[in-house]
């Protein structure tokens, strides 16, 4: 190397960096510039620069060879220097004053292949030249010869793409062809994809409107990469390209045969087509089962045909998991493991004596609303557990001891919660299930008897079985003549079968909506089970029926809360459809001025529930701003519809909960009883602290509907993880309430619902790493969400048993790994917070701050599991509920 000039910093990247400040920086002279800039440069660079200053002239020169040489020797320069893009490369640097010489020349040049040429090297100058928004390195590209792109580096690529898509949404307002681009498209986006820039191709595509040329050009190495782009930018897409995006890498996933992705896929599009597919196309016995597996997580209800399965043996065992037969089986192996099976009592979770003073004596006092309480709590508790201290009590001393007894604790319509909480207790295990739920049918108590129907409901939610105990046992009871027997089957019924759709329901429960003789209590809750068996289904039969149902009621009965429970049904078989509302929004509209605004609200939530549309969260909250007058209720499911909507994904999440703290402060009255109810939804079984902190400060507001929502939300919030702040508040909270029934009640269902399962349960409708929604859990929880609008009526009233709808949502928040013979396997594995990695460079890890234990174990919210060995290789890529693992074949053990 020539000596270093004393001024150049010894080398020439110093140089380099040296004069791109003063490139940057226009000094006042420009003479003393072009002098201080040739004395800077090292003798490398100077060069270079007359190097480049002859080929310039040599280009204008009128002889063709000389011509060629120069464009030749100077496109040389350039692609040497374009492979770092950390400073602008020299070449690029010294051929800035030329690019109008350049330009000019080229205009007067004849049509050849020199001039082609030199169209190229225009087009990479106008990388650093062209004024903004000119797009002229897209017009000499187009101009150039076709020759390979990437030889000319990433850094004109990219700048190449996004002239691009300025360039066709340009052409497409103007309809002018665009062939030409899409072959450059063609050559970017496979050049993208073989340098690890999948997202860039991604976008591009979406630019241009053509995603699918990207399943020809993905391969095995990049196609998880690409796929886990194309489904997380899904979520910020607006329909019908959200559904578009999906679609692709649902046919990626299947050409790669990555089949349990392309399942959850399917099941996010609600396509059973594909799902069918995937049994057809996927013959390996065990990949099915747990493709079952994935299906009885959801809590769809799908039959699988001869074409699916042809063998009458593996289909009736893969339905058998479809229908969630091993769940209850799963849970206690769990419960076992964890050791926490011994049941528990409601006093085991107000530990009064922890409590300090007042209130700490409270409890001796035998009141119906205090036993009441504690069923629940005990229900919450003990749930699937099949054994506890007050219900399931073997029966030593005459006359069925103490469970019969515990009953006879509850006031009238208290029984029937009492009962169906054996139900509970019971939860997802039939057989036993039904046969300690029997001695109540033979009851003369009519409250009796309905809490056994509810039960039986509660016993079959979520668990499908060939015999249809539920229906067998229920469909006889919806015709007596007392409502709360009615009432009990009607609900049992919808429990027993939310989602499948079931005919025989359907012709069980429809005629009590168009009875005239029926009480409007009866009326409300066969709308919510026909709506929870329809759910999602957009049923026009199902539909018009409650419309009628409402039509016909009177002034007085829509001023009942329990008249709200009608639109919430209709809305159900809306929940998530979107657009396929709008028919029946508009019939809404000709409704009873009371409820006309409540039913559009109610169906609008529903039917965007967990799409993350920024413009219905926006409606909702343009409702919310208005000031009412009194008895206006339309703006509570105004506010639960904020939250139905932005719960989809996480950075809607967190902005709905500052839009929610807005609304406590500036909103109405009705709106502030909403907020704490919407915050719990937003945050189910996630216990974040500043969402705690909110609904701590307004369990003491001076409003007691206020500070009842805020705590039945604390217990949402915390349902099943057992977290030790929140239940320190409610121990607190039961102190402070001591004198107060109705806020004591409502802190003993919270303190409930934090023990839910000792801890083993979730109430969180969204499984499979967040990414799919199961629409009867979310149905269950909006029900219980609507019902506490109206807290004093409803749950405070003699409804109380609407609490039960939660079972809908109850799912062991568990990772259980079993064999290829479906037996429990223990294996260790890695849990820790998961770690977001769409996008990012090399192979991140997807966990961090984890801890190793072995199978089975829990997952909180945020948790994500990874196998911490190489011996077995899952075959569900999210390990979460049942996931079934096969010996790896090249595990070489150490020893």
């Given at each position: ?9 010894g ?9 791109q ?5 226009p ?9 201080k800039?040739?004395?800077d440069?090292s003798?490398?660079?100077?060069a ?14 009128s002889?063709?060879?000389l011509?060629?040489?120069a464009l030749?020797?100077m ?7 374009t492979?770092?893009m950390?400073s ?9 004053p030329h ?48 020759g ?6 990433h ?9 691009i898509a300025?360039e ?36 591009l595509l ?10 020809e ?13 194309l489904?997380?930018?899904a979520k910020?897409l ?8 999906l679609?692709?890498?649902?046919s990626i ?14 099941l ?6 594909y799902?069918?597919q995937?049994f057809?196309?996927?013959n390996?016995?065990?990949m099915?089962?747990q493709?079952c ?13 001869e ?14 998991i479809?229908?969630n ?6 849970y206690?192996t769990?419960?076992r ?20 003073g ?11 609303r ?6 629940f ?6 749930a699937?557990f099949?054994?506890?201290?007050l219900?399931?009590v ?7 001891g ?5 009953l006879?604790?509850n006031?009238e ?6 009962a169906?909480?054996?139900?509970m ?22 409250h ?10 509660i016993?079959?939610c ?15 009871y919806?015709d007596?003549e ?18 499948s ?17 029926s009480?409007?209590?009866?009326i409300?809750?066969?709308a919510i ?9 957009c049923?026009?039969?199902v ?14 009965e829509?001023g ?5 429970f ?9 929940l998530?459809?979107e657009?396929?509302?709008e028919a ?11 409820i ?11 039917a965007?529930?967990g ?5 219905k969260?926006?409606?909702f ?23 139905m909507v932005?719960m ?10 500052r ?8 909103g109405?009255?009705?709106i ?27 369990s ?8 009842m929502?805020a705590i039945?939300?604390l217990?949402?919030?915390g349902?099943?993880t ?6 320190g ?10 004198k ?6 409502c ?8 023990h839910?399962g ?6 969180s ?17 909006v ?13 405070l ?11 809908l949502?109850m ?5 259980m ?7 429990p396997?223990s294996v260790?594995?890695?849990v820790?917070?998961a ?14 701050g984890?801890?190793?234990h072995s199978?089975p ?34 595990y070489?053990?150490?020893?």
């Open positions: 190397m020539a000596p270093a000039e004393p001024n150049s910093g080398s020439a990247s110093g140089g380099a960096t040296r004069d400040t003063s490139v940057k920086v000094s006042k002279d420009p003479k003393k510039k072009d002098e800039k040739d004395e440069l003798e490398e660079d100077l270079l620069k007359q190097q480049l200053e002859l080929y310039v002239e040599r280009v204008q020169d002889d063709p060879g011509q060629k040489v030749e020797s496109r040389q320069e350039i692609r040497t220097a492979s770092s950390t602008v490369p020299k070449p690029l640097k010294f051929l800035r690019y109008g010489t350049l330009q000019t020349h080229y205009e007067k040049m004849e049509d050849s292949d020199l001039k082609k040429l030199l169209a190229d090297i225009l087009s990479v100058l106008a990388l650093t030249m062209s004024p903004e928004g000119e797009r002229e390195s897209l017009k000499y590209r187009l101009l150039g010869s076709d390979d792109i990437g030889s000319w580096g850094e004109y690529v990219r700048n190449l793409a996004g002239e300025q066709f949404a340009k052409r497409q307002t103007e309809e002018a062809q665009i062939d030409d681009l899409m072959e450059l498209v063609v050559q970017i986006v496979a050049f993208h994809m073989k340098h690890n820039a999948e997202p860039e191709a991604v976008d979406m630019e241009v409107e053509d995603l699918d040329l990207l399943v050009h993905v391969d095995s190495a990049n196609y998880k990469r690409t796929c886990l782009y489904t997380s930018s910020y607006p329909g019908p390209d959200d559904m578009l995006v679609d692709i890498a649902h996933y299947m050409k790669f045969e990555e089949y349990p992705r392309a399942l959850q896929i399917a996010y599009l609600h396509n059973l087509q799902v069918k995937l057809q196309c996927c390996d016995p065990l099915r089962r493709f597996f994935i299906l009885a997580r959801h809590g769809v209800t799908f039959e699988l045909d074409d699916m399965c042809a063998e009458d043996e593996e289909r009736e065992a893969l339905q058998e479809i229908n037969t091993k769940l209850n089986e799963g206690l769990l419960a493991d964890i050791e926490v099976m011994e049941p528990k009592s409601p006093e085991d979770i107000y530990k009064a004596h922890l409590i300090d007042r209130g700490s004596g409270g409890g001796t006092v035998d009141s119906a205090q036993n009441l309480a504690a069923t709590v005990n229900a919450f508790v003990n699937g099949g054994q506890d201290k219900m399931t073997p029966s030593e001393a005459p006359s069925g103490a469970s019969t007894s515990w006879f604790k006031k319509h208290g029984k029937a919660s009492a169906a909480s054996l139900g207790i019971l939860l997802w295990d039939v057989d036993s299930g039904l046969a300690q739920l029997d001695k109540y049918f033979h009851s003369t108590d009519t009796v008897i309905a809490g056994a129907l509810l039960g039986v409901g016993v079959n979520n668990v499908q079985n060939e015999c249809d105990p539920a229906l067998a046992l229920l469909a006889d919806v007596k007392d409502s709360s027997i009615k009432i009990g089957a009607i609900m049992g019924l919808g429990l027993a079968y939310a989602g759709q079931n005919e025989q329901v359907r012709s069980a429960l429809m005629p009590l909506l168009g009875d005239g003789k009480s409007l209590d009866v409300a809750f066969t089970s026909l709506g929870l068996v329809y759910t999602g289904s049923n026009e039969e539909a018009q029926a409650i419309i009628f149902a409402l039509m016909d009621r009177s002034e007085s829509l009942d809360p329990l008249a709200r009608l639109p919430l049904g209709l809305g159900l078989l809306y998530g459809k657009e396929s509302v029946t929004a508009e019939v809404s509209k000709t409704f009873n001025e009371k006309r605004k409540h039913c559009d609200m109610t169906l609008l939530s529903c965007y529930a799409t993350g549309n920024v413009l969260v926006q409606h909250l343009g409702q919310c701003a208005q000031h009412l007058e009194k008895g206006e209720t339309y703006q509570g499911p105004a506010v639960l519809g904020i939250a932005a989809a994904e996480e950075l809607g999440l967190e902005m709905a909960i839009s929610l703290e807005h609304l406590l402060q500036y109405e009255q009705n502030r009883r909403a907020v704490p109810l919407a915050l719990g939804l937003l945050c189910i079984s996630n216990p974040k602290v500043n969402v705690m902190d909110t609904l701590s400060r307004l003491h507001d001076a409003d007691a509907e206020v500070a929502a039945i939300s217990g949402l919030i349902a099943g057992n977290n030790a702040r929140i239940a508040m409610l121990r607190n909270l039961s102190s402070y309430y001591y107060d029934a109705s806020l004591l009640f802190v003993r269902i919270a303190q409930g619902l934090v839910l000792k801890g083993l349960l979730t109430l409708p969204y499984h499979s790493e967040r990414f799919l929604l199961s629409p009867t859990a979310l149905a269950g929880l029900i219980l969400l609507h019902a506490c609008l109206d807290m004093k009526a409803i749950i009233g003699k409804y109380h048993y609407v609490l039960y709808f939660l079972v949502a799912q062991p928040r568990m990772l790994t079993l064999d290829e013979n479906l037996k396997l260790p594995v890695r820790g917070q770690v977001d990695v769409v996008g990012q460079a090399g192979r991140p890890k997807t966990i961090t984890f801890q190793t199978t174990v829990l997952l909180s919210a945020g948790d994500r599991a990874e196998l911490a060995t190489e011996k077995y290789i899952p075959l569900s890529p999210i390990l979460e509920g049942f996931v079934i693992l096969k010996e790896n074949p090249e070489k053990d150490d020893n």
